[in-house]
């Protein structure tokens, strides 16, 4: 014999009701028992009526107007104008007694747990009576059998309990008088023994089919539903989940409970007492393998965890105290008083120093469960034994569950590393001695985000996502974004890096996708779906997402810009920054970034701020890494410095030159920042700071070449006035070198722990002398580079290279 069950959306529509009974026709000979559940939607429906009935609102009749035109239209798309008006009287005497119930509630303006039963039992009573003599008008041999008969509960109405003596015995007697070989029953409704209706709870006719199933001792229990089976996680939640093909009994109760609403949970329980296999199929995918649920022996080492759940709205009690310690009594008295005002707990843990017990219960429950506990405990609390009840709200669990895991290390090693990893602090945690289910109480914030860093950990092979947050889309930023899309497939075969933009800025419009932006049309999407810019919208957008991998890239040269770093390191997402301001202002800001991301595990990542994307940062920190000692460094740092001085040949004035190298993206936006050297002094303050020198942007050094009224001029155009107006000053300062055979250079300098930089003219035998267009040269003498430095040259400005330096930093960050 086999039970299968079919849920509201198998049975919503005539269609559906035609497919299930030609698909029953098609199974072979045997026994069946059907377990059906009301048409889709009909139970909230029923509920509705009541509840509007009780509020003395009169619409409750066009509800049940509907009904009725749903089940009547039903009868006339299933059966032929002959076999119709038995069946519509049917429906049209139980809607007439569904009427009166709720007249009846309209007078009294009460709807008690007793009625409600009685109105929903119309939901599958009318759906089982259907679907019986529609198999039976299609030849089969089929009766319909009221589960009230034989499904016998106490009288808790609204989720019943079961008295298994009875209702076996019931069962049992049914189904050995009767021979017939298709049973349709209602699920859901049972009977208390004054014949009164009950219903088993929300979802209940899962379980009725399982308690037949069990009663009987079927081959199989087949719940067919609308999803392929249950899910490693919901899929609502986690786009990548999929259906778990096998599960042990004990899994499934322990993710059923944990919010993968595809079978009501109690079900489990009398199918695994017997050792009835759950196959649990979707009625609109019917070839899908779906989930078997089953005394699973096998053990999966490389699969240790089957699925992943949590519960939402969660709040934590704590009860603590040193009056607790080695008292016996506590916990008795604190889940007693749970348990009188009927709040369910769902977590437990208790310190071995028993100074403290936790327990988590839904949200809706704590004012109930403060005013129990602290008048429980009121003496205590007044002797100042134990303090009052602490409670803590906006949480929730998220739990990885899976019968492998027993005696198998790392799986919670790996858990709380990858939360830990995406900055999800974990609260509280709980494992059972059982090991199947490792549970950790998160902000309520994070819940999405740890769901989907768990699957991707314990379920997912690479790709692994990574999620940017762009601002600044002029000259490097729009580089990168052609560069990523234009590697996107390398680096989803090769590294195995899925990488989206989600958010991207320029200083007026900001754009989101929370699937990742097509980067052939983020101009258009920025201009016309973008919303106006600004930083802290920005930075709101970027929380709310709360993605797991994220990293925010600066490409900007905003000083305000530079300031939100420390709150997305806070937050454990990764900055990359072509900007310098952030790593050159104070000595204290820059040290604090880098402890902020040791602390968050967020990589801060800056190479480009010194040599774009030439391996100046990182040469020299994993020099120093490796126990190397710096001595020295000398460097030209400025690639537009070094293009004015190559360039500032033949007839072209220096203005002119300058202008060109603005006009080829080598300077700053504002080009006085490079010509008075700023530029240099901030980058060669980045080196001496990475050598471990707490040094200020003041204390460098600097002999400026310029005139003081070009040093100081105004504004970017009053600038180039002062050029033109010294254009001999500078002539003689190009004659002078070029009659000595030397050529002009603006050199950084760091060693001792002093920096400078200033304008020098070197010899041909000098590694500078050679130094073409814009390139930036870095001579690291150390002591392992003693005798000839350490050299790192190639073209130092430009946005193309700059966005590669910061495309590379991405990639790096991604590790
Ligand atoms: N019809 C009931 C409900 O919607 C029972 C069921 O479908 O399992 O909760």
Redesign the pocket.
Known sequence: MQVLKF??SSVAHSDSIKRICSFLEKKPKGRYAIVV??LGN???QLIQCGQLASERKNIYKNILEEIEIRHLNIIRELFPITDQSYLISWIKKNINDLESLCDGIFQVEELSKRSLDKI?SF??LSSSFLIAEKLKQSGLDAICKDSRDLIITDSQFGCAQVDFITSNHHIIQFFREKTSKYIVLP??IGSTLENETT?L???????TASILAAAISANILEIWTDVSGMMTANPKIVNQSFPIKEISYEEAMELSHFGAKVI?PPTIQPAMKKHIPIQIKNTFSPLDPGTLIYVRKKTNISQPVTGISGIQNLALLTLEGSGMVGVPGYSKRLFEALSREKINVIFITQSSSEHSITTGIHEMDIIKAKIVIDSEFAQEIHQKCIDPLKIEKDLCIIAVVGDNMKNLHGTSGKMFSSLGRNSINVRAIAQGSTEKNISAVIQKYDFKKALNTLHEVFFESPPKQINLFICGVGKVGSKLLEQIDQQKNYLLEELKLQVRVIGLANSKKMYFNENGINLCQYIDHLNKNGHKMNISDFMEKVWKFNLRNSLFVDNTASEKMAMTYEKFLKNGIGVITCNKIACSSDYDHYKKLKTLSRHFKAPFFFETNVGASLPVISTLNDLINSGDKINKIEAVLSGSLNFIFNHFIGKKSFLEVVKEAQHKGYTEPDPRIDLIGLDVMRKILILARECGAPLELFDIQQQSFLPPSCSNAISIENFYQELHQHRDYFFNIRKKAEKEKKRLRFIARYEKRIASVGLESVQQNHPFYQLEGKDNMVLYNTYRYSEQPLIIKGAGAGSEVTASGVFSDIIKATK
């Open positions: 849920g509201g559940s009301a009909i139970t909230d929903m939901g599958e699920g859901f219903t709870g929300r979802g209940g006719s899962d379980y009501y």
